[in-house]
Every structure is written in C-alpha cells, then in structure tokens.
C-alpha cells in the first residue's frame, strides 16, 4: 500500500513520474483514502485489495487439487451455461431448459433478480430475470428452488468454503467437521477433498437433475474439451460429474469483478471514481466500519456471523418451508450452538442487480440493508441477543452517509462489463441461461 500511496502523491498521465510535466494535481481526498487504506490492510500493499486479472491464473486462489488451465475454464464456462445438460427434471417440460446460470447470471451479477432463484421448473426471463417464475405444469413440490437466497459465484475463489453455512468444502474450517458430512447427501461430496467451489460444483449438478455421462458429452460435441482439459485422466474416467463439476470451478474461479471503478481506482487511475464516490469509500472503511467485516480483495470475509436478519418465508415463496437447521445458518451444519443463526460474509461487487439482499431476501436495496446495519435493530426475533454479533449495534451514520455508502457500494463496486463471462451460444446452441419457450421469446428472439 506503500506504493498505492506513492502513486497518489506522484499520479502520471500519459508517462512515469520521471516527467514532472505530465504530473495531475491529487487531492486531499485520494490522499485520505490511500492512507486509510493502508491502514486497513494492515499496513500492506495495495495489492491486499486488487482482483487479479481474470487470465491470470498464477493470481486467483485456488484449490491445489485442482489447478486452474485454461482448457479447464473454456469447458466449464460452456458446461456452466449448458441447458441441455438438463435430462432429468421433474417434469418432462423441464428437459434441456435449465442451466446452472439460471440462477447465477451476469445480468444479476451471477446471482438472481429474483427472491428465489429457480432452476429446474422456471418459466420466462424478462430483460435480467426478474419475471422467471414457476411454470404451469409444476407444484410448489416440484419446483427446484433453495430455503434461502442463492449467492453469487462473482469473486467465488475469495472463499474456502461455500454456502450460507459454509456447508461445501472439506478444507480450513471445515477440516473438523467430517461428522456432519452425512451419507446419501450433498455434504458426502466433501468427502473428495475439494475446497468448497468444487465440491459444490459436483454436487450441484446430480442435486440439480443435470446429466453428465459419455454419450450426452460425445452427442453434445464437448468430448474434445473433455479430453483437453483432462488428458491426465483415463479416458474411462474423463466423462464425469466430478470432471465436469471441476471445470465448472475452475471457470467460476475466473468470474471476476476486476473492471469496477474502484480496482481501477486502485490501480492508479484517480479518476474512476468521483470525488463524492471517494467520499463513500472513506465511510466504508472508516466510520461505516464496514471493513470491519467486508475486506480484502472481494469485501467478503469467511468469518459467519449473525445480523439477526428473517428468513426466507411468506406467502410468496415456493417449494418447502424453510427448516430449523438452515435457519440456524453455520450452526445447522456444525450442530455447534455456538455457531447458531451465523450466516456467511458475503462479497460486495457488482450488488446493485439482485433486487433482494441478506440470505432471506428480506432487502430489498442496497440503501435499505444499510440503514439496518446502522439502526442495530434485529428483524428476526427468534434469533437470541446473545448470538448476534458484537459489531452489530447502531452506527449513528447521517442519511447523507448512508447515502454516500451506497453511492460507493452501488456505482464505484460495479463491474458493468460481466457479460464477458457469457458464452456467446453452447454446443447445443441452445438459449442461455434458460430455454424453455418464454425465455427463448425474452432472450434469443
């Protein structure tokens, strides 16, 4: 950070700080932010909070299991968009009409524009997702949605393990926890030793009904991206759910918010963000103390703590009502009373299209969950006092600063670019991310 701050104090245009003709003026405000954020990394480099580039493998964290190659993330970007994989949906209407992006696309910053994200039994799209909905010929049985919001896999190789509760990976803190990796569930998965990306990558597709098997991949025409990007595997072996979900977390590892003002800002071009922007990252990492708990490169953390925000429930939600482990967050999985009603420090980028916020969906802005964090003031009565985290208490933040925080949050953290992580078609030339009829009429037509 050291030299964040030099960069500050000697900004160049066009050459380096050799040519005093070509110095820009700074202001007092870059300065204020360079140093505080020094400060908050520790007084490290300013690299504590740059996303690396997205082909930069060496960069992006990554499971030691599982290298990141580019063969790897060109088949997984296809595979993750893929709806014809969807051969065993619950419906017969629902074949090759999901796609793992149904629920995680860039419109929506990889996440849904929706209180629950469907997957198998979705209907329609609308310009970013915000209209899919349940088709006809399903029940609110049958339908594929999740007891709380879907995350996002932008900025996904910040984390070991994965989910609200942390439930995915066998690695870091879940190294303790193979008691709760219970048989004939998703959680055996952990059982490969993956970190969290890739053991959710693999049980998601048999959890999502999506087939991966030789001749759906020979058919498909993927075969040969198969055999590139696991030529190390015999050939008996090559065409599997653990293959295709590894691909799938080697691509999601490269799903980067690395062109937001701010990562621009950091990387020397002081006019990324404006001066009132620059206001509102001082209040993030200051007063706000939103570092306190959204830091380093992502703004995420793997710490899980509890807000005492509601749960996914009312009348509008589909399929089963939310049950007593999923509500109790990490401590549902851990079964550590401890850990009762945490839930996981989520990344901060490119937010602003979601449309819902807190693993409830009980948010529905940026502004509104900020002026719950500053209030201090939990929604959720069932959740005790004595769980909720010690920094949650009331801010005292103006509404100009609660204004300011957004403003940062909402403009200077958006990566507006993200469509680059979309295929442009899939081998089946399929309408992604959905293809049922409705999507095929909102999207491909």
């Known amino acids: 950070m050291k030299k964040l701050i030099q960069l500050v104090i000697c900004t160049f245009v066009i050459v380096s700080c050799n040519n005093e003709e070509n110095y820009l003026p700074v202001s007092k405000i870059d300065t204020q932010l360079s140093e505080l954020l020094f400060k908050r990394a520790g007084n490290s480099e300013k ?11 060496s960069k992006i964290p990554q499971d030691p299991k599982n290298p990141i190659t580019e063969a790897k993330v060109i088949l997984g970007k296809l595979l993750f968009h893929e709806t014809a994989l969807a051969q065993s949906p619950k419906h ?18 990889f996440q849904s524009c929706k209180k629950q994200a469907i997957g198998d039994g979705g209907f329609g799209f609308g310009a970013s997702g915000e209209i899919r909905t349940m088709a006809e010929n399903y029940t609110n049985e049958m339908v594929d949605v999740q ?23 066998a690695t870091g803190m879940n190294i303790n926890t193979q008691a709760q990796w219970t048989t004939g569930t998703p959680k055996e998965t952990n059982n490969l030793g993956f970190e969290g990306l890739e053991t959710q990558a693999i049980a998601g597709l048999t959890v999502h009904r999506l087939e991966i098997n030789s001749s759906l991949i020979e058919n498909l025409g993927y075969k040969t991206l198969f055999d590139d990007a696991f030529a190390n595997v015999n050939e008996e072996k090559r065409y599997t759910f653990k293959n295709a979900g590894l691909a799938i977390a080697a691509y999601e590892r490269t799903v980067i918010a690395n062109e937001a003002p701010f ?23 200051d007063k706000g103390k939103c570092y306190q708990c959204h830091s380093g490169p ?34 549902g999985f851990t079964q550590n009373t401890n850990d009762n009603y945490k839930f996981k420090v989520p990344q901060l980028y490119s937010v602003k299209y979601n449309g819902f916020y807190g693993h409830g969906s009980s948010f529905k802005s940026v502004k509104e969950i900020i002026e719950y964090k500053n209030n201090g003031i939990k929604e959720n009565q069932n959740v005790p006092n004595s769980n909720l985290d010690e920094r949650f208490k009331p801010l005292n933040l103006s509404e100009e600063e609660i204004n300011l925080l957004t403003l940062f949050i909402e403009k200077s953290l958006d990566d507006k670019n993200l469509k680059r992580y979309t295929p442009e078609r899939v081998l089946s030339d399929n309408c992604i991310p959905n293809n049922d009829v409705q999507s095929q009429e909102d999207i491909c037509n």
Request: proline share 4%.
């Open 263 to 285: 990562q621009e800002w950091l990387k020397g071009d002081l006019n990324a963000m404006t001066n009132t922007e620059k206001k509102g990252a001082i209040l993030f990492f």
């Open 47 to 57: 690299s504590y909070f740059i996303l690396p580039s997205s082909n930069d493998y």
């Open 147 to 169: 007891p709380i919001k879907s995350p996002t896999i932008l900025n996904s190789a910040y984390q070991k393990v994965t989910l609200w509760n942390g439930q995915f990976g």
């Open 92 to 109: 017969t209407d629902g074949v090759g009409t999901y796609s793992c992006a149904s629920c995680h696309h860039a419109k929506a910053g």
């Open 298 to 331: 992502s703004l995420n953390s793997m710490d899980f703590i509890a807000l005492g925000m509601k749960d996914l429930e009312g009348g509008d939600t589909l399929g089963s009502p939310v049950d007593e482990a999923t509500k109790k967050g990490r401590g």
